[in-house]
């Protein structure tokens, strides 16, 4: 069976090249150039994945992130110009699934679209739990952490921020969802707790905490759990 993907974008050689390499994976690919074309695609036909590019000639790729949310779960990748950074966070908080930055390659929005399937597909069935790489065991139900077999200490908080990484293991979180998710709605301005919490966690985890290996920073949007 097909993965059917709407592409919203004005800029035709992202349209061609995005279009041609999915079409290779086996993506059956539908391109929209506006909001009001992408949302007649809609109604006519719902995608697995839509692909949506911020700045459109009809307006703010919001407008859709918020259109498809009020009605449906499928995932949401956002394609930002770097000028769009402050947009991409609204976007990210509104209930897109993940980002690409412009330029990106198509390894690279494979493996986000991937990720992105994968999280909706499973969130009704059992939540991500356990999480494994490069040495590095997470189970959240036995609230266990072993880094080479060896147990690591977390503080309860410490725990709370990185369980919240694991559900979202391989996606960006934003600071504001993990300071609402973790601290609560009323400290989401308070991004130095995460700097600080987060430099104990890679303190903790990492090989060397400053080259991260598995927490990685995504300047000025958030952070992700790294799955490969
Ligand atoms: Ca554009």
């Excluded at 004005?10 to 059956?28: A, K, N, P």
């Excluded at 990748?77 to 690409?100: C, F, N, P, W």
């Excluded at 036995?142 to 694991?166: M, Q, S």
Aim: proline residues 4%.
């Amino acid at each position: 069976m097909s993965l059917h993907l709407l592409l919203v974008e004005d800029d035709r050689e992202i349209r061609t090249m995005v279009q041609t390499s999915l079409s290779v994976e086996g993506f059956v690919v539908q391109t929209a150039v506006s909001l009001s074309e992408a949302r007649a695609l809609l109604q006519h036909r719902l995608p697995d994945v839509v692909l949506l590019d911020l700045g459109l000639p009809d307006g703010d790729g919001l407008e859709l992130v918020l259109h498809i949310r009020k009605q449906y779960a499928l995932p949401i990748l956002v394609i930002s110009a770097r000028h769009q950074e402050a947009q991409k966070i609204t976007l990210l908080d509104a209930g897109a699934d993940d980002y690409l930055a412009k330029p990106f390659s198509v390894g690279e929005l494979l493996a986000r679209i991937r990720v992105a399937l994968r999280h909706r597909g499973t969130s009704l069935a059992a939540a991500v739990t356990e999480h494994t790489l490069d040495g590095l065991h997470i189970d959240l139900g036995l609230r266990t952490i072993r880094l080479h077999g060896e147990p690591i200490h977390l503080t309860p908080t410490e725990f709370k921020l990185l369980a919240r990484l694991v559900r979202s293991a391989g996606r960006v979180v934003t600071h504001r969802q993990l300071l609402a998710d973790v601290w609560g709605a009323e400290f989401t301005e308070h991004t130095h707790y995460l700097r600080l919490y987060m430099g104990q966690l890679r303190s903790k985890i990492e090989s060397d905490p400053a080259e991260p290996r598995h927490l990685l920073t995504e300047t000025g949007v958030g952070y992700r759990l790294a799955v490969t």
